[in-house]
């Protein structure tokens, strides 16, 4: 899994147009689209998002959001691997999820599912 931003740029430019990645930020990490500003170009937006996660050690919960919310595409990425090692439980990701371990991966579960104690792949929840 790569932990470093020069890998992760290219993945986020290709994969989510300017108004995808405003829904990403706004889903998963909104403190970050609460800083995009009016007429700021996609890759400023990127390098706000990448340089939030850096500074934070949240490029795990930034790879599992991004595989959560397009599995398919972020696993053809030459880079892709499962499990992620080093994620606690649970780890907060954007407003009311929560990253939880099952097993030999990882799931976006709602925060109320995780006060009910299902954190399994059958309560899994996109943003």
């Known amino acids: 899994m790569p932990t470093n931003t020069a890998d992760i740029r290219p993945y986020l430019t290709s994969a989510y147009s300017d108004e995808e990645l405003n829904t990403l930020c706004f889903d998963f990490f909104r403190d970050v689209y609460d ?3 009016v007429g700021m170009t996609k890759m400023a937006k ?4 990448l ?3 850096q500074r934070r050690d949240l490029i795990p919960n930034l790879l599992a959001a991004l ?3 397009r599995p398919g595409q972020f696993r053809k990425r030459a880079w892709f691997a499962s ?3 080093g994620l606690k439980t649970p780890l907060q990701i954007g407003s009311g999820f929560l990253l939880c371990q099952v097993s030999s991966s990882s799931r976006l579960v709602s925060q109320s599912a995780w006060m ?3 954190c399994n ?3 899994a929840v996109a943003g």
Do not use: M, S, V
Not at 46 to 49: A, G, K, P
């Open 67 to 69: 595989e959560q919310n």
């Open 116 to 118: 009910q104690g299902r």
């Open 35 to 37: 800083n995009f500003a």
């Open 46 to 49: 990127i390098q706000l998002l």
């Open 51 to 53: 340089d939030y996660c």
């Open 121 to 123: 792949p059958d309560q």
């Open 83 to 85: 499990p992620r090692k």
